[in-house]
């Protein structure tokens, strides 16, 4: 299918390298958008300075272009879009679609972990306040290109989320949708670990009297003991050496071709394969264990 409109994205953190569940959102979000003939973006979100890397953002850039995943356009860097999120901020604020929270971490756990509005009425000043979100459209549930139709946690839905912190650093939700919808981009393809926070950014774009683009969550890989790969549990970064075996175990996990030549082919041509036979209603929604590092993959 051809869309000329198609715009996707890779967002990753420079909190580390790139490791195989990585692999797994880059590669999806990447044959989604070139099946489509579409445009494929990669973003770096740099907004958490204390959870960043140094040197993670230019090692993650070099592993996409190792693994064959060439992006259009310039890279956007969150670091540099600090003035549109003043601006966004500012804009909700001055509707009174947002207010100042002093509400500590300690608190909100005391009352069992969601924000009961507390602040919402008191006209609190910036002074050690983090700003949230006055939730006018509440979003329970949304569709999902690959999972079909998601029930949202109502109590999570309508809650009053955070999206600028006590300590200066803007919310995740808040910058990926005023980027999101800054690139155009018209389907988000990333991983199921990032189902919840759908239904917060779908109801700021609501806020802000924008379109929401399109989602397709990816399943998980897990390790042996059932976990998330993740950095935070110190997931093995990509092999530097010949990625197409790696390629091969990430396609097979998406439920692509997997009896492809691939020893006698160039990474190039394993994609333009892939991409020619992508097919989204193959792809597993389950979380799977990680079947990369094995006997094809050292």
Same mark, same amino acid.
């Given at each position: 299918?051809?869309?000329?409109?198609?715009?996707?994205?890779?967002?990753?953190?420079?909190?580390?390298?790139?490791?195989?569940?990585?692999?797994?959102?880059?590669?999806?979000?990447?044959?989604?958008?070139? =099946?489509?003939?579409?445009?494929?973006?990669?973003?770096?979100?740099?907004?958490?300075?204390?959870?960043?890397?140094?040197?993670?953002?230019?090692?993650?850039?070099?592993?996409?272009?190792?693994?064959?995943?060439?992006?259009?356009?310039?890279?956007?860097?969150?670091?540099?879009?600090?003035?549109?999120?003043?601006?966004?901020?500012?804009?909700?604020?001055?509707?009174?679609?947002?207010?100042?929270?002093?509400?500590?971490?300690?608190?909100?756990?005391?009352?069992?972990?969601?924000?009961?509005?507390?602040?919402?009425?008191?006209?609190?000043?910036?002074?050690? =306040?983090?700003?949230?979100?006055?939730?006018?459209?509440?979003?329970?549930?949304?569709?999902?290109?690959?999972?079909?139709?998601?029930?949202?946690?109502?109590?999570?839905?309508?809650?009053?989320?955070?999206?600028?912190?006590?300590?200066?650093?803007?919310?995740?939700?808040?910058?990926?949708?005023?980027?999101?919808?800054?690139?155009?981009?018209?389907?988000?393809?990333?991983?199921?670990?990032?189902?919840?926070?759908?239904?917060?950014?779908?109801?700021?774009?609501?806020?802000?009297?924008?379109?929401?683009?399109?989602?397709?969550?990816?399943?998980?890989?897990?390790?042996?003991?059932?976990?998330?790969?993740?950095?935070?549990?110190?997931?093995?970064?990509?092999?530097?050496?010949?990625?197409?075996?790696?390629?091969?175990?990430?396609?097979?996990?998406?439920?692509?071709?997997?009896?492809?030549?691939?020893?006698?082919?160039?990474?190039?041509?394993?994609?333009?394969?892939?991409?020619?036979?992508?097919?989204?209603?193959?792809?597993?929604?389950?979380?799977?264990?990680?079947?990369?590092?094995?006997?094809?993959?050292?």
């Amino acid at each position: 299918m051809t869309d000329s409109h198609y715009i996707g994205r890779f967002a990753p953190s420079p909190s580390g390298e790139l490791h195989f569940g990585s692999l797994i959102a880059a590669l999806g979000s990447y044959l989604q958008a070139r =099946a489509r003939q579409g445009i494929w973006r990669v973003r770096i979100e740099d907004i958490d300075p204390p959870r960043e890397v140094p040197g993670a953002a230019d090692t993650i850039l070099r592993q996409l272009e190792h693994y064959g995943l060439h992006w259009d356009g310039d890279i956007l860097w969150q670091s540099q879009r600090h003035d549109a999120y003043r601006d966004a901020l500012a804009w909700l604020y001055d509707r009174g679609l947002s207010y100042y929270c002093t509400c500590t971490r300690a608190r909100v756990q005391s009352i069992g972990g969601i924000y009961d509005g507390h602040c919402r009425e008191l006209h609190n000043g910036p002074a050690q =306040a983090a700003v949230r979100i006055k939730q006018q459209h509440p979003v329970t549930r949304f569709y999902d290109r690959l999972r079909g139709d998601i029930q949202a946690d109502e109590r999570l839905a309508r809650e009053d989320f955070i999206i600028h912190r006590r300590d200066g650093l803007f919310a995740y939700n808040l910058a990926v949708v005023v980027d999101d919808h800054f690139q155009g981009v018209s389907e988000i393809v990333r991983g199921a670990d990032l189902i919840e926070p759908t239904v917060r950014q779908i109801s700021l774009y609501q806020q802000f009297g924008w379109t929401p683009p399109d989602y397709i969550h990816l399943p998980l890989a897990l390790n042996e003991q059932g976990a998330k790969l993740s950095k935070q549990n110190h997931a093995p970064a990509l092999p530097q050496g010949d990625p197409r075996p790696v390629l091969m175990d990430a396609l097979r996990f998406l439920g692509q071709q997997g009896d492809v030549p691939w020893q006698e082919m160039h990474v190039d041509e394993i994609l333009a394969s892939a991409v020619a036979n992508w097919t989204l209603s193959t792809v597993p929604e389950s979380a799977i264990v990680n079947p990369a590092f094995s006997n094809t993959s050292c």
